[in-house]
């Protein structure tokens, strides 16, 4: 917890807004699929999400294979 503490949270604005709206969609999504189906594979929409918050944060190529090599471990 004292990790996210540092973590910078993007304010939602006119430039973000159709990312964040997207990323509410599939958070939405992949809840009416569990609750639906608590085993259902929502994998594709997990990785649509973080590919979206990688566009939120800015993030580089190097830095998502950063990330997503740390996420394999």
Do not use: C, H, M, W
Request: proline share 4%; glycine share 2%; no cysteine.
């Amino acid at each position: 917890i004292p990790y996210l503490k540092q973590l910078p949270i993007p304010k939602i604005n006119s430039k973000n807004k159709k990312i964040t709206d997207r990323i509410i969609r599939l958070v939405d999504r992949i809840i009416k699929s569990k609750e639906n189906n608590f085993n259902a594979n929502t994998s594709k929409l997990e990785i649509e999400i973080n590919n979206l918050v990688y566009e939120l944060y800015g993030l580089s190529k190097a830095e998502i294979r950063i990330i997503e090599k740390s996420n394999r471990n």
